[in-house]
């Protein structure tokens, strides 16, 4: 059975990263924009494995798995504070919280 | 290929599928408006990427995916747009701002992401693969990566019980606001 080669995975992951990218800069809700962190953390982690699969070590693996325990811990604490954004602004569109804002 | 072979025909195939199953849900995230619709894209696309886990013969890391990914990110994301939208308005619709600027900046990392993987680099790759990755993950756990592990564990755990104390409804804020 013939291999799918490297540039295959890389390709994809390059095409995830920009689209979370794009997210990231253009939504205003901060829901959203946490939704665009996780396809760039996914796109990360497609390559480490990607990478670790054509190496032939287990590091790329050990690694996503760690990025995968960390991208749990951060959409759990970012999803707190946006729902205290929202008790306290009643509002979670990201150009309108501008209290720290001189 | 002179003689046509099913088996590699189907496997290439179900790849592909799968690369358009991405791309399609990942730009329906970020592209469609409705909140809700966004949400289930995302879906999709973390079931791929578990696919191409799959196809990467990182199987451990694909059910990882689905059990953290759809079972715990992506219903907290969906609590997330349930908890900050009034749901009695009838389409939760996001506002889009810097439209054009962020389509630009978002060619040009693709366009040089592309030219950076495709043609500049060369990638040394070994010619022994990795197989199957749940044994040697209990290997490199227990070996190599004992502080790591330990680490990211307590660093869970404070983790979940910052987000339950800052999610906390405090009524003193409130009331003093």
Do not use: C
């Not at chain 1, 991208?71 to 604490?77: K, Y």
């Not at chain 2, 950076?116 to 490199?140: C, D, M, N």
């Not at chain 2, 756990?141 to 404070?158: D, K, M, Q, R």
């Amino acid at each position: 059975m013939p291999e799918i080669g490297l540039n295959h995975f890389l390709v994809l992951s390059a095409i995830l990263f920009s689209l979370g990218l794009f997210g990231i800069m253009t939504r205003r809700n901060a829901v959203v924009v946490l939704m665009g962190v996780e396809l760039i953390l996914n796109a990360a982690n497609l390559n480490l494995v990607a990478f670790s699969k054509f190496n032939g070590t287990m590091s790329g693996v050990m690694f996503s798995m760690f990025g995968i325990i960390l991208a749990a811990s951060e959409a759990a604490v970012a999803l707190a504070i946006v729902l205290n954004i929202y008790a306290r602004f009643k509002t979670v569109d990201i150009g309108e919280i501008d209290t720290m804002r001189e | 290929m002179e003689n046509f072979d099913f088996g590699t025909f189907a496997y290439q195939a179900i790849f592909y599928l799968f690369a358009i199953l991405i791309v399609v849900s990942a730009a329906m995230v970020v592209f469609v408006r409705s909140i809700i619709y966004s949400a289930f894209s995302l879906l999709f696309t973390l079931f791929g990427i578990s696919a191409m886990y799959v196809y990467l013969s990182a199987d451990f890391v694909a059910v990882t995916q689905i059990v953290v990914y759809v079972g715990g990110i992506l219903i907290l994301l969906l609590f997330g747009v349930m908890l900050t939208n009034k749901i009695t308005q009838e389409r939760l619709l996001t506002d889009v701002f810097n439209l054009v600027p962020a389509l630009l900046i978002m060619l040009a990392i693709l366009g040089s992401l592309l030219y950076t993987v495709l043609f500049r680099a060369k990638w040394h790759t070994s010619a022994q693969r990795t197989t199957t990755v749940v044994e040697p993950i209990g290997y490199e756990v227990i070996t190599n990566y004992v502080l790591p592990f330990e680490i990211v564990s307590i660093l869970l755990f404070v983790a979940l019980i910052g987000a339950a104390y800052i999610a906390r409804s405090d009524s003193k804020v409130s009331a003093s606001k």
